[in-house]
């Protein structure tokens, strides 16, 4: 009897142990919006928890030891028996992640690559800029006609003159209907990061934009006071004119009490 309960026993380890280290080399795949939610499940039965512990790139983001816990910046908390959240997403958010779960007796690691969508209108003329370029970006390709195109690799920089890479920000000088389609950019292990949906929104220019601005604020400031001077002038100056006329002709032919209708 025995010896059936240790062939138990050492079959329920073997089967947890498979278990966790197949958990452990899966990659969850996670989408969200930018400036949306994302939520990372751990999926794992309910157990006595010790603690959990989302590190990103290494370094630890979240610690929890209670039930309800947050990061710092309050972005990112953990729900339910061990389910992360990370709220008001930003591009540089995605990434890989590594969940740790550990109970009294074992522990778990889950490991999540965030992809982060968002979208932007430009209108022709103007300059467009995604800050796309992060520090784990490999790679950005522009899909045109259905086929993948880089704009821009690490170490080679941009495919064009009408292109420039700078602080994290790759910038299209002068946006034009042909850049208008979908970008993605790629790690190392070619997993998406981020997709920007590029669409047109009109004509015109900053500059343009600036100069009507300008005269509408010349318009308010400046023109339209002079008009209404210029029209009480003119006001005030018929009525001196018909007055003084007035006078003359009453001067001139000027009637009897009897004959009022000249008055």
């Known amino acids: ?32 919006q930018n400036g949306g939610n994302a939520s990372m499940q751990c999926k794992i039965g309910a157990r006595d928890i010790f603690n959990v512990i989302l590190y990103r790139q290494a370094d630890p983001i979240l610690k929890c030891e209670n039930a309800k816990c947050e990061s710092e910046n309050g972005r990112v908390f953990k729900t339910g028996s061990c389910d992360i959240t990370i ?9 890989k992640y590594i969940l740790r779960v550990r109970y009294t007796d074992d522990h778990r690691e889950l490991k999540y690559h965030l992809q982060i969508h968002d979208e932007i209108s430009v209108k022709t ?29 690490r170490g080679h920089g941009v495919s064009s003159d009408r292109l420039t890479d700078r ?11 042909s850049d208008t389609g979908t970008y993605r950019v790629l790690d190392s292990d070619n997993e ?3 997709t920007v949906t590029v669409t047109e929104s009109g004509t015109g220019s900053v500059g ?26 003119v006001i005030v100056f018929v009525v001196i004119k018909k007055r003084q006329r007035l006078n003359r002709g009453y001067s001139q032919g000027r009637q009897s009490p009897e004959e009022p209708e000249g008055l």
């Open 192 to 194: 998406t990061l981020i």
């Open 167 to 177: 602080d994290e920000t790759l910038t299209i000088k002068e946006f034009t209907v």
């Open 125 to 153: 003329g103007e300059q467009l800029k995604m800050d796309v370029l992060l520090i784990n970006a490999d790679k950005v390709e522009r899909n045109s006609s259905g086929e993948w195109t880089e704009v821009w690799t």
């Open 1 to 32: 009897m025995s010896r059936i309960l240790n062939l138990l026993l050492l079959l329920f380890y073997f089967i947890n142990h498979i278990e966790s280290s197949t958990v452990g080399n899966i990659l969850i795949h996670v989408t969200g």
């Open 87 to 95: 709220k008001d997403l930003r591009l540089n958010d995605a990434g």
């Open 208 to 233: 343009e934009q600036q100069g009507d601005t300008e005269h509408m604020y010349w318009f308010w400031r400046v023109g339209l006071p002079v008009i209404l001077l210029v029209l009480v002038g």
